[in-house]
């Protein structure tokens, strides 16, 4: 599978992050303050809440329900650090992000 196409950048501003869904699969895209986009799983790796409902300061999304926190740029847990976010790769050309599924699969602990 090739790059697939997930929205345009001007549909998502800086500091902002949506949910979208690539082929089946829910995808995080996230907007940094300083201008990165990533792409990470929807999902929180502890009870599968939508990551999109959560609270995103800087580069740090902090997950509503129980409020772990992550660095959106690395995947890695910031709280606690045993967990992490499935990272997809992304690329943007002119106004559109594009994000690759293939061979990535959502992180879970559930612990
Ligand atoms: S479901 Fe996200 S911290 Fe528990």
């Given at each position: 599978?090739?790059?697939?196409?997930?929205c345009a950048l001007d549909d998502l501003?800086?500091?902002?992050?949506q949910?979208?869904?690539?082929?089946?699969?829910?995808?995080?895209?996230?907007?940094?303050?300083?201008?990165?986009?990533?792409?990470?799983?929807?999902?929180?790796?502890?009870?599968?809440?939508?990551?999109?409902?959560?609270?995103?300061?800087?580069?740090?999304?902090?997950?509503?329900?129980?409020?772990?926190?992550?660095?959106?740029?690395?995947?890695?847990?910031?709280?606690?650090?045993?967990?992490?976010?499935?990272?997809?790769?992304?690329?943007?050309?002119?106004?559109?992000?594009?994000?690759?599924?293939?061979?990535?699969?959502?992180?879970?602990?559930?612990?």
């Amino acid at each position: 599978m090739a790059f697939q196409r997930a929205c345009a950048l001007d549909d998502l501003w800086q500091g902002e992050m949506q949910v979208i869904e690539i082929n089946g699969t829910e995808v995080l895209l996230v907007h940094t303050d300083e201008g990165q986009v990533v792409a990470t799983q929807a999902v929180c790796p502890h009870q599968e809440v939508c990551l999109g409902d959560g609270d995103l300061k800087g580069n740090t999304l902090t997950c509503r329900q129980h409020l772990w926190q992550f660095d959106v740029t690395t995947g890695k847990g910031l709280n606690p650090t045993h967990a992490e976010l499935a990272i997809y790769p992304i690329k943007v050309e002119g106004d559109v992000v594009y994000v690759e599924l293939e061979g990535v699969e959502p992180k879970y602990a559930h612990s």
